[in-house]
């Protein structure tokens, strides 16, 4: 990779994590590649977890002996464990703007001298971090003494993780890893265990914010080194995160710590192609019909429903960032503001997922239903079911974890049931309603695959059963009426334009 960005010399940190390395650290510090260190801005950060031995005291002795080199040696007072190992030095990555951090192990199981190996995914811009593999070169773990129930074990672990993540990576276990600062500074691994699995959170963090890693073949080496893995506990702890993860997605199960500080993708994307409440929206839209879409977002309802014959207002906060398709008109408007946009002109008013997040949403619809005449509007509103099946069964075990999507969405200011959804419709005016249970965006969280599709149609099954128990969401289909002002005004209007005319 070019040792440049943005026209400067790239930095880099090589944090070497070192705990009872007394026998291997200075050889680790030999092996790392000087052309590295000439290649890139760099620094050595050695930070011993309290060691017991002689470990810091050697890592300074090396440093006063090679001047030439930039070694800085810390040492954490009380014993952080390996996860907490490396938020120190992550966050002196940090703190201090480095491009970029690898770490290496000071008990010298990985091997520097393949370092530049590491380096050259990041020309591409979109990799935000690089792990070597010991698993890419067919029989090199195993050749290079990797004990035959640990290589079973990462391949367990391996295919269970690839699985659950729709992902096809060789390993998720190794420790030689580089990472992109700006990569690291969007997510929340502070929140991280302070114990061997923290690799294994890191991995889905950078899944979760949309960062792409590469993966690069490094040499297997076990020697004499005292491992201080519990294995059985790892995998459990590894299997137990990922299941958590996928929960996550699905949205049954939020946890902050998945989320990234800055998201670069829409948590509103579109779900179509199944039976979702986008899919289902759209479809009760007549066709040719004039649509007023409150919140719309990105505009994807927008477009499917231009594709129907549609004229569209989009009505949202914020621009769509590409241009909407002819047919379709953009207005921005923050609805906590009032309803300032006329839509007496409007066959079909959408409201998907938008009650949710207004701070009044009662006098949102009183201000809507002001606006209209006896004329009957179609209304399609669709919100989260707060006494969906995991919700509740979170509560009963003492959860409530708030998310990024989903029925918990740390944005939301108002929570529903059915029950509540239709009072609420009732008292704006709605007549007529159709309420539907829509179940959990399987192919959204875990991919269109048959799975998810399985998945969707047992939820269906189950919402049969218990809509109010089952549905992940409600839809509501009604017809608006005229407010009790327009009802007095109309009739006075109408008497008076009677004796003029008798």
Known sequence: MASTLNGRRASLLILVVAYHAEDTLESVLDRIPRQVLRDYACEVLVVDDCSADRTFELGRRYAQQHPELPIQVMRNRVNQGYGGNQKVGYAYAIEHDFDFVAMLHGDGQYAPERLSDLMEPFADETVGAVFGSRMLTRGGARTGGMPLYKFV??????????????????????????????????????LNTNDFHFDTQIILQLLNADEGIAEVPIPTYYGDEISRVNGMKYAFDVMKVTLQFFIHRLGLRQQLRFDPITSAHDPYDAK??????????????????????????????????????????????????????????????????????????????????VLEHLKEPEQFLRDLRRQLGHETKKVIVTTGNVAFAATRFSLLVGQFNYGGSG?????????????????????????????????????????????????????????????????????????????LQFLVKDASDYGRESSLSA
């Open 153 to 190: 074990g990462n391949r367990v672990l391996t295919t269970y993780q690839n699985t659950l993540l729709r992902k096809s990576f060789s390993e998720y276990h190794s420790g030689y890893r580089v990472y992109r600062v700006s990569a690291l500074s969007r997510l929340r691994w502070d």
């Open 272 to 353: 179509l192609g199944y039976d979702s409440s986008h899919q289902w929206a759209i479809e009760a839209v007549p066709p040719g019909s004039t649509v007023v879409d409150l919140g719309g977002g990105p505009g994807h309802i927008a477009t499917a429903l231009v594709a129907k014959g549609c004229r569209v207002l989009c009505v949202d906060q914020e621009a769509p960032a590409v241009r909407p398709p002819v047919g379709v008109t953009v207005e921005v408007a923050d609805l906590d503001e009032g309803l300032k946009v006329d839509i007496s002109h409007a066959d079909v008013i959408l409201m998907l997922d």
């Open 407 to 483: 029925i918990l969405d740390r944005d939301h200011t108002r929570l529903f049931t059915f029950r509540t959804i239709r009072h609420l419709l009732r008292d704006a005016g709605v007549r007529r309603m159709r309420i539907r249970g829509i179940p959990a965006p399987f192919p959204k969280a875990i991919g269109d695959n048959w799975l998810s599709r399985l998945l969707l149609r047992i939820n269906l099954g189950l919402i049969r059963i218990s809509k109010r128990m089952f549905s992940f969401q409600i839809m509501v289909e009604g017809e608006t009426t005229p407010d």
